[in-house]
């Protein structure tokens, strides 16, 4: 709200496993199972958000988080419990 007329935005990215060269046994490849695209995230898909929101194509965008997780959130949320 404060910088807004300054034409500063603020945009925060949440992403989730992002895959950094982990060892093939490491225990984090565990988590794979739990998310709905089966895999990590590339660090370059990361960086190819990243500069969407920074781009004049993304302007009107302000106060928000992106989470970029491959859905790894959506089995947690109350809402899509179908149990």
Not at 13 to 23: E, K, Q, R
Not at 31 to 45: C, D, Y
């Amino acid at each position: 709200m404060e910088l807004a007329p300054f034409g500063i935005r603020v945009i925060t990215i949440a992403p989730g496993y992002t895959d950094v060269g982990w060892p093939v046994d490491h225990p984090v490849h565990l988590a794979k199972k739990r998310i709905p695209l089966q895999r990590f995230a590339k660090p370059a898909e990361i960086a190819e958000i990243i500069t969407y929101l920074a781009s004049d194509t993304c302007a009107y965008m302000t106060g928000n988080c992106v989470t970029i997780d491959g859905g790894a959130l959506l089995p947690i949320l109350p809402e899509n419990d179908y149990l």
